[in-house]
T-cell receptor, first 115, second 113 residues
Framework: KAGVTQTPRYLIKTRGQQVTLSCSPISGHRSVSWYQQTPGQGLQFLFEYFSETQRNKGNFPGRFSGRQFSNSRSEMNVSTLELGDSALYLC??????????????FGEGSRLTVL | GENVEQHPSTLSVQEGDSAVIKCTYSDSASNYFPWYKQELGKRPQLIIDIRSNVGEKKDQRIAVTLNKTAKHFSLHITETQPEDSAVYFCAASVDYSGNQFYFGTGTSLTVIP
């Protein structure tokens, strides 16, 4: 079974631009969540989607948004990029259904650098 | 919201010794506590997890203990090996909320041969 796939793996943007990251979950997984990883901050929860609905949202500004498609693929978008948005963005999928937290299967991440 | 604190941030042990990483959480509703291992340049992977209806779980050289009253849980690695060197993250979640996890800031474990 193919793992979680994220694209692009690396990207460089300048302040004020916007970026879209893509995530393809493991086949059969309907839950997709996004995390921001920075040195010293660990993994911070951005949002989770289940069956095309945003089920949970972390404490990030409205510049961060996401969506999930009917095939469970997900995208996240960051608008008006700031230097502090430089980070590794990890997508994770899970087999668990609504009401149950379960194992997260992470992708390799998209490393965003904002100049 | 939930706040997960993790200590220590770095840990060095001699090969064969034990390593212990501790986490505390603030939300008494949290009931699922996984641990993830992230090797350098790799993705995080689940190594062990525990739910609040049990106090301890073991898997070969790895064990996790949970104290619900004190709101803390710990990862124990015995007979450490160089391949255990990695960053370890604890996390907490509330089952009915879906897959929203609060992670600790990580512990960088170095096993010295």
């Amino acid at each position: 079974k193919a793992g979680v796939t994220q694209t692009p793996r690396y990207l460089i943007k300048t302040r004020g631009q916007q970026v879209t990251l893509s995530c393809s979950p493991i086949s059969g997984h309907r839950s997709v969540s996004w995390y921001q990883q920075t040195p010293g901050q660990g993994l911070q929860f951005l949002f989770e989607y289940f069956s095309e609905t945003q089920r949970n949202k972390g404490n990030f500004p409205g510049r961060f948004s996401g969506r999930q498609f009917s095939n469970s693929r997900s995208e996240m978008n960051v608008s008006t990029l700031e230097l502090g948005d430089s980070a590794l963005y990890l997508c994770a999928s899970s087999l668990e259904g609504p009401g149950t937290a379960g194992e997260l299967f992470f992708g390799e991440g998209s490393r965003l650098t904002v100049l | 919201g939930e706040n997960v604190e993790q200590h220590p941030s770095t840990l060095s042990v001699q090969e064969g010794d034990s390593a212990v990483i501790k986490c505390t959480y603030s939300d008494s509703a949290s009931n699922y506590f996984p641990w993830y291992k992230q090797e350098l340049g790799k993705r995080p992977q689940l190594i062990i997890d525990i739910r609040s209806n049990v106090g301890e779980k073991k898997d070969q050289r790895i064990a996790v203990t949970l104290n619900k009253t004190a709101k803390h849980f710990s990862l124990h690695i015995t007979e450490t090996q160089p391949e255990d060197s990695a960053v370890y993250f604890c996390a907490a979640s509330v089952d009915y909320s879906g897959n929203q996890f609060y992670f600790g800031t990580g512990t960088s474990l170095t096993v010295i041969p």
